[in-house]
C-alpha cells in the first residue's frame, strides 16, 4: 500500500499478485481516501501460453443521480 493522487483527489494503492499453472496477473487499484470508492485499476495478465493483455480502468463519479423514482 501507499498513498498517492488520482487526478488531484487523494488515494491509496493496493496491489495484488497471483500464479498459477495458466500463467501470473497483478493488479493495482486506487481507492479514494474520503468516499471509499474506486478510482483507477490495472490489470496485467501474462498467460503461460506467453499472451499478454493489460487493462487499465478509470472511474469518473461526475454527475451522477439516482434514477427518477428512487428515494
Known amino acids: 500500500m501507499r498513498d498517492g493522487l488520482i487526478d488531484g483527489t487523494p ?3 493496493y ?6 499453472d495458466a500463467g ?3 493488479s ?5 481516501k474520503s468516499t ?4 483507477r485499476n490495472e ?3 501474462d498467460t503461460a501460453d506467453g ?3 493489460h487493462t487499465s480502468i478509470r472511474y469518473e ?5 439516482a434514477p427518477a423514482g428512487v428515494t
Not at 463519479?61 to 443521480?65: A, D, I, L, P
Open 11 to 13: 488515494a491509496t494503492l
Open 15 to 20: 496491489d495484488s499478485a497471483s500464479e498459477s
Open 24 to 26: 501470473k496477473s497483478t
Open 28 to 32: 493495482e487499484i486506487w481507492i479514494a
Open 36 to 39: 471509499n470508492l474506486p478510482l
Open 43 to 45: 490489470i496485467t495478465i
Open 51 to 53: 499472451d499478454k493483455a
Open 61 to 65: 463519479y461526475s454527475n451522477v443521480r
